[in-house]
């Protein structure tokens, strides 16, 4: 039954322990009794069989009294007062008996000192608040429009309603700042670093004929422990000449103050890149920044010595590999096509482990995955053939 102000009796609620009342005017009509928000005027049950937990939930979500310092609500009478630990990323202590609380903090580097907090200090921090949802964004990898999806807000406001909402132009500005901040953490890392730093520079290459260099530093810090950072990411021109290449790298290096510290570059195997390595190497032997005159500073890239092995192996099957994937890309094409193809496999009763893809040309892993799933459905190519006129590149079953 609803209860108003107006019908209703206003009774003592002094008797009541809970700090709750300090927010509600407990109320009576007839033989029911009412709790009134005096912030926003909402009626809910007074009963004394009900408890104060609801009462409890409303004070945090109301919108009117959102200037309230909620840490009251998280005591209860008497008991002792909370304590909350501050760790990094360590959330698996759990005492009720004395109500301990492990709360994981999204701070980047391990080994965070750990503290004590008092309930009564645990107002919003806006700003934390925002740069522990943009840590979690970058740490994850989700999409920054999520911030404006309904689900997340309605999720966020439940766990605490005096968070202001951030946009994708807020969160992306956040990034930028994290990305500073993490940038100048390592800067200072690597100019107290006692040891040296080697480099190495990877070149990605995408389908669409974009062309990256990746440079990772890699070092040992104070711990003994290995340590490897992506210091800058260029987008390159293949056509580019090796001393602006090797000068784009020396300025990098220069920018990060490691160029005295450097004891070897790692490079893929490509003889464009042996005129980039003499440049740099020249470079820093005039300063006497390298050991041993430079004879240990260029270090093949292993996994690159491989890739060119296997791309002269693919050579030789460049026929029957063109055939896979044009097969594939067919098949893919259209709807009814690839209809079609399931229902033969289903008669043929094929139980492959994967389905049909294209690969990455410049990725050969990913053609041998290409090639070694193909061969699970191999008996089924001739057959989408009989059925489908315009299939003129099926592989043979040999």
């Known amino acids: 039954m609803e209860i108003t102000e107006e019908e209703a009796v206003i009774v003592n609620s002094s008797r009541m322990k809970s700090v709750v009342w300090n927010d509600f005017d407990r109320v009576k009509k007839g033989e029911t009794f009412g709790a009134i928000c005096r912030h926003c005027k909402r009626t809910l049950s007074g009963s004394s069989t009900s408890g104060t937990s609801h009462l409890r939930n409303h004070l945090i979500r109301c919108r009117r009294r959102s200037n309230h310092d909620i840490s009251q609500l998280l005591t209860r009478g008497k008991r ?12 698996n202590q759990s005492a009720v008996g004395n109500e301990m609380v492990t709360v994981a903090s ?46 997340f807000k309605t ?4 766990l605490q309603p005096l968070f202001d909402f951030v946009t994708v132009n807020g969160i992306e500005a956040d990034c930028i700042e994290l990305y500073k901040r993490e940038k100048q953490r390592v800067y200072e ?48 021109d293949p ?10 790298i020396m300025t990098s290096l220069r920018n990060w103050d490691i160029d005295r510290k450097l004891f070897s570059l790692t490079i893929d195997n490509l003889v464009t890149y042996d005129k980039i390595v003499c440049r740099i190497r020249d470079q820093l032997c005039q300063h006497s920044f390298l050991m041993c005159e430079g004879q240990l500073f260029d270090v ?30 067919h ?51 001739p057959q989408l053939q009989e059925h489908d006129p315009g299939f003129s590149m099926c592989p043979s079953g040999v």
């Open 239 to 248: 056509s580019e000449a090796e001393d602006m290449l090797s000068e784009l």
């Open 331 to 381: 098949i893919e094409g259209s709807h009814e096509t690839q209809e079609k193809f399931n229902e033969i496999v289903q008669l043929l009763g094929i139980n492959g482990q994967k389905w049909l893809s294209t690969d990455n040309p410049f990725q050969w892993n990913s053609t041998y995955l290409m090639l070694e799933t193909a061969l699970e459905y191999k008996e089924a190519f």
């Open 80 to 91: 002792k007062q909370t304590t909350l630990a501050v760790a990094n990323f360590s959330c």
């Open 300 to 329: 093949r890239c292993a996994a690159s010595m491989v890739k060119l092995l296997v791309q002269d192996v693919l050579e030789t099957s460049l026929e029957i590999t063109n055939k896979v994937r044009k097969t594939i890309q």
């Open 155 to 158: 999720f966020v406001q439940n």
């Open 189 to 236: 890392e690597l100019d107290k670093l006692p040891g040296k730093v080697s480099l190495s520079a990877d070149r990605l290459a995408t389908n669409r004929g974009s062309d990256y260099l990746c440079l990772i530093a890699h070092y040992i810090d104070d711990s003994w422990e290995v340590k490897k950072k992506i210091l800058d990411f260029f987008s390159i």
């Open 106 to 151: 999204a701070n980047f580097e391990q080994g965070v000192e750990v503290r004590n907090m008092n309930v009564g200090s645990l107002n919003l921090d806006q700003r934390r608040s925002q740069l522990d949802l943009t840590r979690m964004i970058i740490m994850h990898g989700y999409p920054l429009g999520m911030v404006e999806d309904l689900g």
